[in-house]
């Protein structure tokens, strides 16, 4: 039953931060993406729109994959755990990592 509750809140998170057609897009205006609820856990140390505070690193407009990359280096401990992120990258899929990839890729610097 968990499981299931978690798939469904996984895909109701990539519906959220799709991006539209071209087609879509030519239609109406660029707005910004909304926020996946999961990126709200970011924001105390990166910011609301992950432009980095207190200095923690700027997460808007990181590459997609540098993102996934260092997220896994932290999950393996494999880069300086001075800092909370090793116990936390540990706590997300990959699913839920491509999500804020996306996310915080979409936002300009």
Known sequence: MLRTASMIMIAGLLAATATPSAAESRKKPA???????????????????????KGTPRLSGYE??????VWSEFRDNQRPA????????????????????????????
């Open 31 to 53: 707005k910004p993406v909304p926020a996946p609820l999961i990126a709200q856990a970011c924001s105390g140390c990166h910011g609301q729109l992950g432009q980095g505070l």
């Open 82 to 109: 001075a800092t909370i992120m090793p116990r936390i990258a540990r706590g997300y899929s990959d699913t839920e990592v491509a999500v804020l990839a996306n996310y915080f890729s979409s936002i300009r610097r």
């Open 64 to 69: 997609k994959d540098a993102f996934a990359r």
